[in-house]
Structure formats: structure tokens, C-alpha cells
């Protein structure tokens, strides 16, 4: 199956500070990656999809200037969260879509600790 | 709106026991995917199955089955003899199909612990 990697895998960060997450297919090209975040004992819940070479579309109740997502490439989507505070610790995982087959693979998540 | 509901939040059984994990999800698409991920303590999602709306036949994969009913809004997994290492947090997911396919609809999980 294809691959998709994140780094860092795990990220502990003051709170005011910014963090960027990336996220890579590492065998094929997606124009269309998804974030999505799970809280500890919680299930996944998607925050947006980011496209290629446009603007990400956010889910409801995500602010989309505190988690700014960047796709330059159609291997590399970012995800940075400004100016982070302790709620925003979460696991982030995040998703590529594979445009031949329609199939999602997921990344192996990054661990975000805001101190 | 989609809405995917595993009822059961932990499941305890004992080794070579097996055991079922019910889905029911809501969906007003007519073509849409259906998921079951396993995340073990680590907190890496395992794709375990990926079945499409039109496709009800069941599925086995050596210990792991799956049974799909569309009428029931059902997509139930069953883990036969079940051992320690199955102990995880099991997801059933939901997702549109095609170019959506990546926005996945996830339930609230369901915790099996296997005892040996």
C-alpha cells in the first residue's frame, strides 16, 4: 500500500508558540490531503481538507487562522497551528488521497503537547 | 449529515473467545465507503477494511469477518478466536465516494481488551 509520513512524530511546544506539522505522500501524488484531530479518548474528528495549489476548506468550528494549512506540492501538506495553548494539545493525523483508487491512506499521526 | 454509531464503547472478553463489534451509520448518499481501522496503544491508524455501498458481500480475512447490511444500516466486524494482541481501539468509519472519499465520518470507538 501506499505511504504517507509525518513529522515531527511527536512536539512539545510553549503555549504562544507556533508548530508546523508536515505531512507526505511518500510513493504517489495527492492533490487532496485531510487533517484531522483526536483528543485523548475521543475519536477522529476531520478539520479540513487541503488542496494542491489552493486554499484548504475548513470544517465547521475550526478556525482556519489558528490552523493554517499550506499544500505547495502534491507530496507535502503542512499544518501549523499559531500561536498554540494547552487545548490544543491533540494527536493530528493526517490523510492522502490516492486519485486513481479513491483510497485514503493515513499518516502516523503527530503528538502535540503545549506546556 | 453522516453519523456512524458504535454502541459499544469497551468490550472484555477472554483469549480464543469471539467476539462482534457493531457499526450502524446514517448516510442520505447513495454511493458512500465504509471502513474499520484498528489503533493499537501506539495511536497509528491499521486500515482494516474498505467496503463500498454497492458491494453487501460479506468479507473474510483469516480471523477477521465482516458482515454489511444495508438494510439495517449495519456494518458489523467480528474477530474469531481472538487473541491479546487484538487489544485495541477499533473505529468504524463512513466516508462520501470518490473525490470526497477522504472525508471520513469516524465513530466514537469501541476498546476491546483480550485477556489472556
Known amino acids: 500500500g501506499a505511504v504517507v509520513s509525518q513529522h515531527p512524530s511527536w512536539v512539545i511546544c510553549k503555549s504562544g508558540t507556533s508548530v508546523k506539522i508536515e505531512c507526505r505522500s511518500l510513493?504517489?501524488?495527492?492533490?487532496?490531503m485531510f487533517w484531522y484531530r483526536q483528543f485523548p479518548k475521543q475519536s477522529l474528528m476531520l478539520m479540513a481538507t487541503?488542496?494542491?495549489?489552493?486554499?484548504?476548506?475548513?470544517e465547521q468550528g475550526v478556525e482556519k487562522d489558528k490552523f493554517l494549512i499550506n499544500h505547495a506540492s502534491l507530496t507535502l501538506s503542512t499544518l501549523t497551528v499559531t500561536s498554540a495553548h494547552p487545548e490544543d494539545s491533540s494527536f493530528y493525523i493526517c490523510s492522502a488521497l490516492l486519485a486513481s483508487s479513491y483510497e485514503q491512506y493515513f499518516g502516523p499521526g503527530t503528538r502535540l503537547t503545549v506546556t | 449529515a453522516q453519523k456512524v454509531t458504535q454502541a459499544q464503547t469497551e468490550i472484555s472478553v477472554v483469549e480464543k473467545e469471539d467476539v462482534t463489534l457493531d457499526c450502524v451509520y446514517e448516510t442520505r448518499d447513495t454511493t458512500y465507503y465504509l471502513f474499520w481501522y484498528k489503533q493499537p496503544p501506539s495511536g497509528e491508524l491499521v486500515f482494516l477494511i474498505r467496503r463500498n455501498s454497492f458491494d453487501e458481500q460479506n468479507e473474510i480475512s483469516g480471523r477477521y469477518s465482516w458482515n454489511f447490511q444495508k438494510s439495517t444500516s449495519s456494518f458489523n466486524f467480528t474477530i474469531t478466536a481472538s487473541q491479546v494482541v487484538d487489544s485495541a481501539v477499533y473505529f468504524c468509519a463512513l466516508s462520501e465516494a470518490y473525490t470526497n472519499a477522504g472525508k471520513s465520518t469516524f465513530g466514537d470507538g469501541t476498546t476491546l481488551t483480550v485477556k489472556p
Open positions: 510513493d504517489f501524488q495527492a492533490t487532496t
Open positions: 487541503s488542496n494542491e495549489g489552493s486554499k484548504a476548506t475548513y
